[in-house]
């Protein structure tokens, strides 16, 4: 399949459409972009091979399934049970990236333990010879995880965001043009999915949930011109 995509380009070329006509072939020799129909299958075919060199551990166990990496676009997340078998996957990640002409940027690549006990005198990690920074919290795919798993500091963020995200609108919530279904519809849509991004999927305390529900009622009072 490789060959046949490369084949595809080799002799590839291209012209230009403008107001002024076609302008004459020229030589492209970029390959596949990003965009292109091709890229993220290409994508996922280079990363199932890098993966192929991490050895499968004692992931984290999620209703009777075991998960040891989450791949998503160009981020790779591993999940382990020891420092250990980290370091070991880590290494395998190295060479596997290396084997195709890859690098992994360490400066870039963060590691986490995700526990309610004392993280203070963790082993360090290293990639390509440099020491691995330690946090305590990251955002992945939006939502942000902490160490020990507590859903209250990323509602709390979501909901500061919902907050900017209202009053970056509070030209449209004044316009006495749009009528009030249109505006609980953008009110819906956009400030509502903001704030409750992943809630569903998620254990909300009884506090957190009255929190969500009087960020809500507060702003469509706004809408409606309720002080």
Sequence with gaps: MVSLIRNMFEQFRSQVQTVEGTTEEFQTSVGILQGCILSP?????????VMSYVEVTNGAMIREIVINELVYAYDIDMLTRSVAELQT?????EVGSGTFGMKINENITKYMRVSRLNNRSLPKIKLNGAEI??????????????KDNNHSVDIKRRLALGSTSFKA????WK????????KLKLFSSIIILIAKYDCEIRTVRIDKSRQLAAFETKLLRRIAGIT
């Excluded at 996957?89 to 990640?93: G, P």
């Excluded at 920074?133 to 902490?146: A, N």
């Design 133 to 146: 920074e330690w946090i305590d919290s990251f955002i992945y795919l939006g939502s942000q995880i902490t």
């Design 175 to 182: 316009q006495n043009r749009i009528s009030v279904k249109l």
């Design 169 to 172: 609108l509070t030209p449209i």
């Design 89 to 93: 996957e880590a290494d395998n990640l």
């Design 41 to 49: 299958h290409m994508f996922n075919l280079f990363l199932h091979c």
